[in-house]
């Protein structure tokens, strides 16, 4: 039997569900495009959801748990900034992973240098601790030194070798917060430092 020849109805069907929007679960891909379009909700889901990992690498990271909570709080405060010039290049999560590491870095670095611009201080009102000033002077310039030949090294190379060293952070992190492969990470941080060994004794 022939099926009858009148026009078959369309069936339509709303394919939003009824009800207010669950933010809580939404994929972060879907929250950080409503973001970017400017729903502050998302963004606020976003920070809530992510900032129990930003604290986490923070203090892995710092170690401090003072300097972790700042850098914690700073890296939230960028990630309202900057989740616009967030591409989708990579997932989310590594991209919040890198912005973390660089705001921890820049945390350490500002705390370090606040401790060297008072440190004379200390040393003007006081005698030096082992009576060998010239000691205490060639110690600062080999510091200097170090930083300068850390400064001549490739970019990558030098982000590598101060994570590693400075931060003591591991290899499948620095992986993942520069997206270079395990593999090449250690063989930069390899090579980094047979470049600084000869700078710094040449």
């Not at 909570?69 to 997932?91: I, N, Y």
């Not at 850390?150 to 290899?171: G, K, M, N, S, Y």
Request: glycine share 6%; with cysteine.
């Amino acid at each position: 039997m022939q099926p009858s020849g009148g026009r078959s109805r369309r069936i339509v069907r709303d394919l939003r569900p009824e009800g207010p929007l669950v933010y809580e679960r939404l994929s972060d891909p879907i929250l950080v495009r409503r973001a970017k379009d400017g729903d502050k909700l998302a963004l606020a889901t976003l920070c809530e959801r992510h900032a129990p990992r930003v604290e986490r690498i923070a203090l892995h990271v710092l170690r401090d748990p003072e300097d972790a909570r700042d850098a914690a709080q700073e890296s939230l405060v960028k990630l309202v900034q900057r989740v616009g010039q967030f591409r989708g290049q990579s997932q989310f999560s590594t991209w919040l992973h890198r912005l973390v590491v660089n705001t921890c870095k820049d945390v350490a670095q500002a705390r370090w240098a606040a401790e060297r611009r008072t440190e004379p201080l200390y040393e003007d009102s006081r005698v030096a601790a082992d009576g060998d000033p010239a000691r205490a002077l060639a110690e600062s310039e080999a510091r200097l030194e170090l930083g300068r030949c850390l400064a001549e090294l490739p970019a990558a190379q030098a982000r590598v070798v101060v994570l590693q060293d400075a931060f003591d952070v591991p290899f499948e992190e620095i992986s993942v917060a520069t997206g270079l492969p395990v593999g090449t990470a250690k063989c930069y941080a390899h090579r980094g430092r047979n470049a600084l060994r000869e700078r710094v004794s040449a």
